[in-house]
């Protein structure tokens, strides 16, 4: 039977009259990696700072693990593990140290502590580095230090804040492929990107946001099929020329959005089919398959122009 | 509103108070060596310089030393530094700097818990402190003897009670502070005044009347006189309003302190 590690019901957070988060509701389930993506101030962070006890609720109702967050902030972070988008490992102790004085908050018996901590240093592959301080790591070493900390209390859910953000193509391509080992392990995962290469990558659904609301969810190949069809024509040529090559081809029921002198049209794909074979150049046109980042532009994108 | 709330409902403590005290001493095992040089060498120059070369000049009505007159201040002036230090600038690294705040609150640990643990530390390093300066001057007994009462064991008592309330002043203000330069008007408006006027390096009688009634206000004035009592073994009842003084100043910052962490870190 599924669990659910998340249930938000008609979740709300105010900051005076600012709303961050407008009566979302979503599930987790228990296992899958689930995806919150949205612009900058969508309400991602807020909710992720609510649902791991660091910011209260202001209305509706929010569950993690089985409890109660309003009622029982204590219990829900000892059963969820924490990557935050900023870093903050402690400068002052060695990179073995910060996991076993992380791990004591937990308070795990010293022996625990040691093996744990023996088996997220191998897991993420930062045994040579156990001694080091932890300003001589790289980015990506250090997100995966931040990964290897929040999960050695073994927690049913894993909560990452833009989890590869600033990283290197390699080092991100690393964290992903210790996230889906995870997942394989049975790592329940909710993540916050605005990366959506990366949430096609990860996530088994998405919702995605905007002004604190959910606009859609589903899984990323649903979404893409719903919202931006199959193929997707990529136009880059000045308005007025581009207005008129649409008028005279005259094909109704094609959807356009353009952002300065990028233009992406959606719709039949026969008809998208005869534009590109019209114009017939590669560096003023692209016919491709759709992807998230059209969902993610279609659903939230007139807003990025403002 | 829920600030003033906060101020008397009862704090929201469990072990992570006492996993952040520890996470402390930690760190305090792996750099003691290199900090103490910097802070273990200052009791030995000031004495020497107060105590021996200034000394020589000073003339008290008590008849005593001068050293002995200095040392009861000392032993209460290094120690607040070191809480002010620790729970000031050091908390103000770790809430915004380094942001190790936020990683703790990740775990069961409460805002409570966090300050409290740091609080505690910040009196176990003052309570280092005088402890230190204690045995400099116990070092320095053949040349000069400041002790001259077995009662002086209850420096021990007092400089908990000093250091905890000199560490919750400092967390309070690091709960208020928005950046590191803030911490001027701590030093310079309430730290150097009372190292200055506290009579640890004068007779406070020396000062006029309204001056003294103003330096009553001042906590540090009250941990150098029972400082000074114990020291010369001069023990009466009076000294009990000194003490009531530092506990009930001590638990008012405490709660002012959790209160603006709480509304500093939970919004």
New interface residues.
Partial sequence: MDRQAVVATQLTKR?GDNVAVDGVTFEVQDGEIFGLLGPNGAGKTTTIRMI?C???ITAGHLVVSGHDVAEE???V??RI??V?Q?E??????PVR?NLE??A????LPGDVIQRRVSEQLAFFELEAKAKDRVDTLSGGMRRRLLIA??LIHEPDLLVLDEPTVGLDPQARHLVWDQLRRLREHGVTQLLTTHYMDEAAQLCDRIVVMNHGTILAEGTPRALVREHAGERVLELRLPSEERDALLAEANLPGLDLEAYGDVAYLFGDEVALALIATQLDDEFRSLFRPANLEDVFLRLTGRDLLE | MSAARALVTSPDL???AR?VW??NF??FR??WRTESLGIGLEPWIVIVAMGFGLGRFVELDSEQTYIQFLAPGLLAMFPMFAAIFECGWGAFMRLET???Y?????????VDDLATGDILWGTTRATFNAMYILVVLLILAPWAEAITSPWAILLLPIALLQGFLFSALAMSFAALARAMSHFGYLFNVVVMPMFWLSGGFFPLENLPDWAQRVAWFMPLVHSVQLNRAVLAGDLHLGLLVDVAWLLVGGWVFYRIALALMRRRL??
């Fill in positions: 900051f791991t660091a910011s209260p902030p204590r219990l972070k000892s593990g924490v935050p900023d903050n490992l402690d400068p002052d102790l140290k004085v992380y004591r908050y937990f308070d900390r929040a | 469990s072990s992570g996993h520890q996470r930690d760190v792996r750099i380094h942001r190790t936020e990683a703790v609150l990740t775990t069961p640990a409460s939970v919004v």
